[in-house]
């Protein structure tokens, strides 16, 4: 059973950041692609950004672009989202995932294992 356990979150104002990390419990972590997703409350779960397996290529929805960063170190079995100039906009849980099937990097069923997320709250 794969686990992938989030940290990071919290409370930080509007234009703060935060870093957060994904630690996956699997030796085949480096032959995955990882991603970010985020859900808000009453809203559905909805794509963030993701790194292919090793780390060269990564994908971010629009609404982050250019102010947040995934980047991932596989002998750490970690993946992380900085987020900088961060938006009250941006609160809600954020969840790490394993891709593993061959649909969109954008698409939640392309993946699989599912960490337990953590919060993010930006106040204004």
């Known amino acids: 059973q794969v686990q992938l356990v989030e940290s990071g979150g919290g409370l930080v104002q509007a234009g703060g950041s935060l870093r957060l990390s994904c630690a996956a419990s699997?030796?085949?972590?480096?032959?995955?692609?990882m991603g970010w997703f985020r859900q808000a409350p009453g809203k559905k779960r909805e794509f963030v950004a993701s790194?292919?397996?090793?780390?060269?290529?990564?994908y971010y929805a629009d609404s982050v672009k250019g102010r947040f960063t995934i980047s991932r170190d596989n002998a750490k079995n970690t993946v992380y989202l900085q987020m900088n100039s961060l938006k009250p906009e941006d609160t809600a849980v954020y969840y790490c995932?394993?891709?593993?099937?061959?649909?969109?990097?954008?698409?939640?069923?392309?993946?699989?294992?599912w960490g337990q997320g953590t919060q993010v709250t930006v106040s204004s």
């Open positions: 699997e030796r085949t972590f480096s032959n995955y692609d």
């Open positions: 995932a394993r891709r593993v099937h061959s649909g969109t990097y954008y698409d939640l069923r392309s993946y699989d294992y």
């Open positions: 790194i292919t397996w090793g780390g060269a290529t990564t």
